[in-house]
């Protein structure tokens, strides 16, 4: 009864479909590897693993708005953001794959002045061959 409630309350959320793993093993190491430079706070990893063509997207209600564009906005907004939040740390929770895309859900945590925080957000990575080419990032929750 129980794993049946849970598996029905997984449906009707709309969660319950999403797993810690990937069908598309070449983008989840790619992912992995793109969490762990994040971790690092090696910007110039993360920008490695982008295409030439990169744009990373906020997406925030009816509004698009574009974060970096290109690998070297990449690189030079995460090292602001790096130096802004010295200990900040992510881990992917759950994901799923469709064709080129993955979609996840992370959660970042940090400390500062106030404490220790974490905050989720949903992002949405399009593969271009063996490297990201969009990302899309859905406000943050705490």
């Not at 989840?28 to 110039?44: E, Y």
């Not at 982008?50 to 995460?78: C, H, P, T």
Request: contains cysteine.
């Amino acid at each position: 009864m129980k794993s049946t409630l849970i598996f029905a309350l997984g449906l009707l959320t709309g969660i319950g479909c999403m797993a810690a793993t990937y069908s598309d093993t070449r983008f989840s190491q790619l992912i992995a590897a793109h969490t762990a430079a994040f971790n690092r706070q090696d910007a110039a990893a993360l920008s490695a693993n982008v295409s030439g063509d990169f744009i990373w997207y906020a997406v925030d209600g009816e509004a698009l708005r574009v974060d970096a564009s290109g690998a070297e906005a990449l690189r030079a907004g995460m090292n602001d953001y790096f130096r802004a939040l010295p200990t900040v740390r992510a881990r992917i929770e759950n994901g799923f794959d469709l064709g080129p895309y993955t979609a996840v859900a992370e959660r970042v945590s940090w400390r500062d002045d106030e404490g220790s925080r974490t905050q989720a957000a949903i992002a949405i990575y399009l593969r271009d061959g063996e490297k990201i080419s969009r990302v899309w990032y859905f406000p943050a929750t705490p």
